[in-house]
């Protein structure tokens, strides 16, 4: 589980240097030190777990005192009266359910609070790899973009030239000026996008992230270790923080039940006092009239007879709520099984589909060259060539996808697993082996 003190120490490390990061897990370590969810979620933590110390002083020992001074002047006589006092109190808890009750609860939740902490560490992880996985698509969505403009603008220009010899139609101009166009705007859109791209990264990392990492060219995916899809649903349904939060906020309201019943219960409490009290009276002052000092010890048995049907409506609302509760169990114990085998499943067609990308890849690159050579010697159209230009920049661009797509679905599963930690982030980061940098515009 995160704490804050290791947030510090982070802090502290990256605020001795220049802050930067060039790699999946230097991003992280940044977005764990600034981003504002996580720290939300251990204030919440933090603000929980105060609940079971509130509840535990309940039981322990209630001290308090009380001092007074007075002066009175009765109307009609020549003599004023004054008198001090001071009383001491002590009282403790000696049979009280609906406190134990609520003791036991509020433990419940601050597990539970510790375990959304995990959990939201964990969505933390997902939310900044997403984050950093967006910029290195739109990246490569970039770059394809840029070479298909300039294609398109070779092929604009060949068609022109042809025409001002009678070697092409005049359609034939038109339609590669609205591909190149088309293109050009393109391009000024996936600009804005990978832009929009950074500054989500930098919304988390509280600071601007330009040298990434991505995945090479022979970027081959693979299975994790860890069986197949039925064991990472019993490993999910064990482990995963959210759903042990869950558990855990059930146990608190099986307790509120009893504490809102206890209700009906007698209590039992001690009392010790200790009191001492001096009056004068003038006009002779100084004189001391009275003096009184004394203790008392005692037990206080209360008994509940009527409360006008609250205690009744308590414990309807702790039945509702404890409901709730076990719903939303079961609701988020279906959701993560099904999560959980729509990860696995979605790596193993992962693995295929980036497999079959860049083939695909490759077989639009070679009908693009070939289309070009075919144009050269008059056995293909421009609009030929245009088209294959598209196919070939849908094909980077779907790969592209496809790769990075594999790696989110990597850390799904994990997450979903709750296995899902720094561990993961560098076995992933290893695979980030080529070094990207924003375009000039970009920094």
């Known amino acids: 589980m995160l704490r804050r003190p290791l947030a510090l120490s982070l802090a502290l490390a990256l ?45 322990l020992p209630q001290i308090d005192g009380t001092a007074g001074l007075g002066r009175s002047h009765v109307a009609g006589e020549t003599g004023t009266s004054r008198s001090r006092s ?167 309201s099986e307790h509120g039940v009893s504490t809102a019943r206890a209700g009906h219960l007698p209590t039992l409490g001690l009392g010790v006092t200790y009191s001492n009290s001096t009056g004068w009276y003038s006009p002779s002052p100084g004189q001391v009239s009275a003096t009184d000092e004394g203790s008392s010890i005692g037990l206080t048995l209360t008994v509940p007879i009527f409360s006008g049907g609250e205690t009744q409506s308590r414990v309807r609302q702790a039945i509702a709520s404890r409901d709730i509760a076990q719903d939303q169990l079961e609701q988020g114990r279906r959701a993560i099984e099904r999560n959980t085998r729509y990860a696995y499943q979605a790596l193993v067609a992962g693995i295929s589909e980036v497999e079959a990308r860049r083939l695909a890849q490759v077989s639009a690159q070679s009908a ?50 709750g296995t899902l930690d720094a561990a993961t982030v560098q076995d992933v980061n290893r695979l980030l082996t080529q070094d990207v940098t924003a375009p000039a515009q970009q920094q």
């Open 368 to 417: 693009y060259d070939a289309s070009q050579v075919g144009l050269e010697v008059g056995t293909r159209t421009v609009i030929d060539v245009l088209i294959n230009q598209q196919n070939l920049f849908s094909a980077k661009q779907q790969y592209a996808t496809a790769k990075y797509n594999y790696l989110r679905n990597r850390l799904l599963l994990e997450q979903a697993a």
């Open 86 to 252: 001071y009383r001491a109190n002590l009282s403790q808890s000696v049979f009280n359910w609906a406190q134990i009750s609520n003791l036991r609860a509020q433990r419940d939740y601050s597990t539970a609070a510790d375990y959304d902490l995990e959990a939201a560490g964990d969505e933390l992880i997902s939310r900044t790899a997403n984050a950093y996985f967006d910029v290195l698509v739109a990246l490569e969505t970039l770059a394809a973009a840029e070479a298909a403009e300039e294609a398109f603008q070779k092929q604009f220009d060949y068609a022109d030239k042809r025409l001002e010899v009678g070697l092409a139609p005049i359609t034939d101009v038109h339609e590669a000026r609205a591909q190149y166009d088309g293109a050009r705007a393109n391009t000024i859109l996936v600009r804005n996008a990978l832009q929009d791209a950074y500054q989500a990264l930098a919304e988390i990392t509280g600071t601007p992230v330009n040298a990434l990492r991505a995945l090479p060219e022979d970027f081959r995916p693979e299975l994790p270790p860890g069986g197949d899809a039925e064991s990472w649903v019993q490993r999910a349904l064990e482990t995963n923080p959210s759903l042990q939060a869950a558990k855990y906020a059930v146990q608190g």
């Open 15 to 59: 605020s001795s240097a220049p802050v930067f990061a060039e790699d999946l897990m230097q991003t992280y370590e940044l977005a764990r030190v600034n981003d504002p969810q996580l720290s939300i979620a251990e204030s919440q933590r933090l603000s929980t777990r105060e609940n079971a110390v509130q509840a535990r002083a309940g039981l």
